[in-house]
Nanobody, 127 residues
């Protein structure tokens, strides 16, 4: 069973930085693209960033471009989301997710493209 566990969330002030981590179980992590999404109460899950299985391709939502960086360490089965210059509107529960199919060359911003999800980690940015 493939499992994802996020960590690193917390309460910070606007302008601060946080790094989220997502640790994956299983030996197939390196073959799959990974994504980060976020969700606030009453709203749909929103795409944040994605990284290809090789790490060679990344994709970001316009709202976080230039502030957030997604990366992965396949030796540690972990994907990261470095979040800088945080804003109050970044407040949400952040989820990592794994692509449905292995070694697809392009990342996707569509939640239905991903079939494994972590439990989420809360990020709260006070203004």
């Amino acid at each position: 069973q493939f499992q994802l566990v996020e960590s690193g969330g917390g309460l910070v002030q606007a302008g601060d930085s946080l790094r989220l981590s997502c640790a994956a179980s299983g030996r197939t992590f390196s073959s799959y693209a990974m994504g980060w999404f976020r969700q606030t109460p009453g709203k749909e899950r929103e795409f944040v960033a994605a990284i290809s299985w090789s790490g060679g391709s990344t994709n970001y939502a316009d709202s976080v471009k230039g502030r957030f960086t997604i990366s992965r360490d396949n030796a540690k089965n972990t994907v990261y989301l470095q979040m800088n210059s945080l804003k109050s509107e970044d407040t949400a529960v952040y989820y990592c997710a794994r692509d449905r199919w292995s070694q697809r060359p392009l990342t996707s911003s569509l939640p239905q493209r991903y079939n494994y999800w972590g439990q989420g980690t809360q990020v709260t940015v006070s203004s």
